[in-house]
């Protein structure tokens, strides 16, 4: 379900991005979606985690996939999408990152949530990377991004958002 609301809003926005980055892509799950909706843009993806890279390496040898920390990276997208990936940042240095990342005109499509079933993988995942981060409502999202962003609620009771921002 995730995937179809972040496509309709990428169909909705009519971007079309040279480059895009895909934050936190884990085994690669948007990647078929962002090549059939930019099929001659250069598509990037990174996770911090090496295993995951390493599947969707396997699974779509014509992507581009790096192993790092998205806090660290380094490059020229006209889109970032981040799905079910930025609750794992500080939220600050997290919006700064992307803010900085984007030209002006460039898009932010980030699906997140606030709801508590996340809240145990959050938490497990956090403890085996020895850092505490929590979940942040969209709300407080959508605040910190300020002026040109957009937040929709996709199910009110699981928590989940999606948080549109372009770059004024
Ligand atoms: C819940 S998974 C989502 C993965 C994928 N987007 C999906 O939906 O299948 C969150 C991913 O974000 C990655 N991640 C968390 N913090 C990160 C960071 N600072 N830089 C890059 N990747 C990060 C994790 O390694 C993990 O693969």
Not at 13 to 40: H, N, R, S, W, Y
Not at 74 to 92: A, D, M, N, R, W
């Amino acid at each position: 379900m995730g995937i179809k609301i972040v496509k309709q809003q990428l169909l909705h926005l009519k971007v079309t991005p040279e480059e895009v980055l895909d934050f936190g892509c884990g085994a690669g799950v948007l990647i078929p979606t962002l090549q059939e909706l930019f099929p001659k843009a250069k598509i990037i993806g990174i996770d911090k985690s090496k295993e995951m890279i390493s599947v969707a390496k396997r699974k779509y040898k014509t992507v581009m996939f790096k192993e790092m920390d998205f806090l660290q990276y380094e490059g020229t997208p006209q889109l970032i999408v981040s799905f079910y990936s930025f609750q794992f940042l500080p939220i600050k240095e997290g919006v700064e990152k992307v803010k900085k990342l984007l030209p002006k005109g460039g898009v932010a499509v980030i699906l997140s949530t606030q709801g508590s079933w996340f809240s145990v993988l959050h938490q497990k995942i956090s403890k085996v990377w020895g850092n505490k981060f929590t979940l942040y409502k969209g709300k407080e999202l959508a605040k910190m991004f300020g002026k040109g962003s957009k937040l929709q609620y996709i199910n009110e009771t699981e928590g989940s958002y999606l948080l549109t921002y372009i770059k004024p």
